[in-house]
């Protein structure tokens, strides 16, 4: 199963801001370890979008759980979960 993580800022982009570097190094670490394919902010700037790799629904609660953007409190996440019926090669 794959997810689908939203996550909607719950602050100012001037209090996001603070937490922003840890949250970008938590990012490289988990694309590293294959747990994040793709993350952004979205167009808005309220909020951004993380696909995560195949894994049970549990498993991207936790991954959501250990952004520090999450443990400051600073974010709200939702998780739509989706098995593919269509995949790119390699995927």
Known sequence: MFHVLTI??????DVI?????AHLQWLTDEVAAGRVLLAGRVQSQD????IAAEMSAE???ALAA???YAQAG???????SFTPGFRAPGL
Do not use: C, I, N
């Open 74 to 80: 600073v974010v709200r996440y939702d998780r739509v």
């Open 17 to 21: 801001d603070q937490t922003r570097p």
């Open 8 to 13: 909607t800022y719950l602050q100012p982009l």
């Open 47 to 50: 909020g951004a979008v993380l």
């Open 59 to 61: 498993e991207a609660d």
């Open 66 to 68: 250990s952004d520090p």
